[in-house]
């Protein structure tokens, strides 16, 4: 007999000092309506938002369905946000309640009411008083029901509206992209406030079937393949530099239960997929979407990995390419957003996504941001093919490739690189090692594309995406 919705596993919560604590849906609907009590004790109504400011817990996760089981507006923050980052969300969003970790809510700015951990804490315990859960409120496919900021890679993050449609939307590339199964355990590995933390993390693997793990703790390379073995998990989902430091920096591996990878937010380059396929038997399944669509391209469930692509459109999801630039038919997708908090709406049919891509047999590969394409005597360099090269080698850990001016091809491609650990770097190996990287450029792609300029850095600017600030560098 298959067992009742209420008692199947929902959530495998791990936290920061790696305890395991198991959810059942009966748990998580029962802890949530307590939670929806105690917002709306605390003047929280229908359509009022709510920010959270936490990492990967239990009670980030209860206050998300909190909110959509009582009308509430969702907006979770990146814990690694700080003073100025919160208060232009609080400008933009007017939130009516904050529920965070007590070290965190020290950064939000005054006049906003604050829940902390220990206010929470009473409210999961079933043998105090608690509140009367809040109604169920009846919410139609275009009620506001998410917030997710923009990660502000060209300006100010804009905070984007996604409607109820935007969660069942999210059907479509579980199935076909994410791929976890019925009774499968699925592990999206991505912090808080990000898009893909809301779709992913739990709202995926729900749709499919699987239960979701959620891990409260910091990423180690050295850790991450352990505790996925340990756990079990089928699907593992992370962003590509946590793929690319895995490959670099531990001794990959097969993991018994482990059948699906995926990755997303930038490109993954074809040198880390290579190494997982080599050690693991399985390669990374790259994907793309904007905080504004949602998935929208996929190495769909089913194919082969096309490596370097992105993949092909989701079913359902119609695209075309204009002098270069990818466009999508707003009205295909089921999670495209309702509107900017500014109020601005999209009002046109096809949506520029402002990413330039190029196709081969119906796969496409990214190219670059239209101002990250470097014009160098003619040539239109996409950054993602030099810092691809780059990666290929073997002292390299990250890489980024930017323009830099030159007085008679117009621009050359600069790059910034992240050495390996053990790497040497004194003025002696510098030049050798410029010359080397320069050199294995021109063998791994075309020779025009090589860096003229190597520059050695620590670590590379990034948004809390993980996605390289390409306009910082070129600042």
């Known amino acids: 007999m298959e067992r009742s919705p209420a008692s ?60 959509w089981r009582m009308g509430a507006v969702a907006l979770p923050c990146n814990t690694m946000l700080r003073r100025h980052d919160l208060e232009h969300r609080v400008a933009a969003a007017d939130p009516k309640l904050c529920v965070g970790e007590e070290a965190l809510l020290g950064e939000l700015p ?40 923009t990660s502000g890679t060209t300006g100010e993050p804009r905070g984007v509206v996604h409607a109820y449609r935007y969660l069942l939307g999210q059907r479509t590339q579980a199935e076909h992209w994410f791929g976890s199964r019925k009774g499968e355990l699925a592990w999206c590995t991505t912090a808080t406030g990000w898009s893909k933390s809301a779709r992913n993390v739990f709202l995926a693997p729900w749709i499919t079937g699987a239960a979701a793990v959620i891990h409260d703790g910091r990423f180690d390379p050295a850790e991450r393949l352990d505790l996925a073995e340990a756990l079990g998990v089928n699907v593992l989902c992370q962003a590509p530099t946590e793929y690319r430091m895995l490959a670099k920096r531990t001794a990959l591996r097969p993991l018994p239960a482990l059948r699906r990878m995926v990755s997303a937010g930038e490109p993954l380059d074809p040198e880390t997929i290579s190494a ?6 399985l390669e990374p399944a790259d ?44 009205s295909s997708s089921p999670t495209f957003f309702s509107r900017y908090l500014d109020g601005e709406r999209f009002e046109g049919e096809w ?23 470097i014009l160098s005597s003619g040539y239109r360099i996409g950054p993602t093919e030099v810092e691809a090269a780059l990666l290929s080698h073997p002292a390299v850990a990250d890489a980024a490739a930017v323009a830099a001016p030159d007085p008679e091809r117009g621009a050359v491609v600069r790059a910034i690189v992240v050495l390996r650990d053990g790497t040497p770097n004194d003025s002696t190996s510098s030049d050798d090692l410029v010359h080397e990287l320069q050199e294995h450029c021109k063998r791994e792609t075309a020779p025009y594309k090589f860096p003229r300029i190597v520059e050695f850095a620590a670590e590379l600017p990034k948004t809390s995406s993980g996605k390289i600030k390409r306009a910082e560098l070129r600042a």
């Open 287 to 330: 994907g793309y979407g904007q905080t504004e669509t949602g998935h929208v391209i996929a190495n769909l469930v089913g194919e082969p990995v096309r490596q370097g692509s992105m993949g092909k459109p989701l079913p359902g999801i119609e695209t075309r390419i204009v002098e270069g630039e990818l466009q999508l038919l707003a």
């Open 8 to 67: 199947r596993l929902g959530v495998v919560a791990v936290d920061a000092e790696g305890s395991r604590r198991d959810w059942y849906f009966g748990e998580l609907i029962a802890k949530s309506a307590g939670l929806s009590g105690a917002f709306a004790a605390r003047g929280v109504r229908r359509g009022d938002v709510v920010m959270t400011l936490m990492g990967n817990r239990i009670e980030w996760l209860l206050g998300l369905l909190a909110c």
């Open 351 to 373: 949506w520029q996504t402002g990413d330039l891509v190029r196709e081969e047999d119906g796969h496409l590969f990214f190219e670059g941001r239209g101002d990250d394409i």
């Open 276 to 281: 997982f396929r080599e050690a693991t038997g």
């Open 110 to 149: 005054g006049g906003v009411p604050a829940m902390t951990m220990a206010d929470v804490a009473p409210v999961l315990d079933e043998d105090l008083p608690q509140e009367t859960p809040a109604a169920v409120e009846e919410m139609g496919p275009e009620d506001p029901a998410l917030i997710v900021f």
